[in-house]
């Protein structure tokens, strides 16, 4: 399955993944390629493939992402493999993409589920990213403006999920995504 988890930088599309692959060994996380400079903590080949705008723009020519956008200033774009790997039912791949980016992927395979997660309010999103201290004010209050104009696309979305207890989230996703596992492929 591809499984595509949209929502504002800082609601916790990364968290929520992590949890889920360690739940269920059909889980994999698509590594995709960025144009952003690596933070402290990232690794690359890990977190992201940390590359020069050369280099993306030569994987669009050759025709080796499923999809890329220009997200909060950067180029960000998914490695065709990782598709590969959804549409080949060798593991269900999970994408922390944005809204623009899902609905590329969901023209491209309708089959594609998608989840878009919500925070509890602006404030604990907000709070979220001072915590993780990734950003600094002016790119966290970016970050904060594009949020309000993606929760506005959250009709789009198969499922709507509000990330207020990690653990609940988890857990309703994971419901979600067994629901449909069995609605699409039986398993
Ligand atoms: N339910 C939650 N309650 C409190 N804190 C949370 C919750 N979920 C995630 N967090 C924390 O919020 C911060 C942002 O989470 P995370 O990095 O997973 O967001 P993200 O949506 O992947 O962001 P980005 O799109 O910028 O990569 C992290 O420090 C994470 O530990
Ligand atoms: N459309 C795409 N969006 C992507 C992709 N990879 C990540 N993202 C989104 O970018 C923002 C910013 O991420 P950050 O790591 O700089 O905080 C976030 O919302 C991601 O979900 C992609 O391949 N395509």
Redesign the pocket.
């Known amino acids: 399955m591809i499984i595509v988890i ?1 929502g ?2 800082g609601v916790g ?1 990364g968290a929520v993944s992590k949890e889920l692959v360690k739940l269920d060994p059909r889980f994999e996380i698509a590594i ?3 144009t ?1 400079h690596p933070r402290e903590n990232e690794i690359d080949g890990i977190d ?1 493939f940390f590359v020069s705008e050369e280099s993306f723009r030569k994987m669009i020519e050759e025709g080796e992402l499923a ?3 220009i ?2 200033g ?1 180029l ?3 490695p065709q493999r990782f598709v590969d790997l959804g549409l080949n039912n060798e593991k269900d791949v999970i ?4 809204v ?2 899902a609905k590329k992927i969901k023209n491209k395979y309708d089959e594609a589920l998608l989840i878009f997660l919500m925070p509890p309010s602006i404030e604990a999103l907000i709070e979220r990213l001072n915590k993780r201290g990734t950003e600094n004010l002016s790119e966290i209050e970016k970050r904060t403006k594009r949020a309000k104009e993606e929760i506005e696309e959250r009709y789009l979305y198969d499922y709507v999920v509000v990330n207020d207890i990690l653990e609940n989230t988890v857990k309703e996703i994971y419901e979600i995504i067994l629901k449909e596992r069995k609605l699409r492929i039986g398993l």
């Open positions: 949209s504002p930088s599309k995709t390629c960025t952003r992201y999809e890329y956008s997200v909060h950067n960000y774009g998914i994408f922390q993409i944005d623009q980016g």
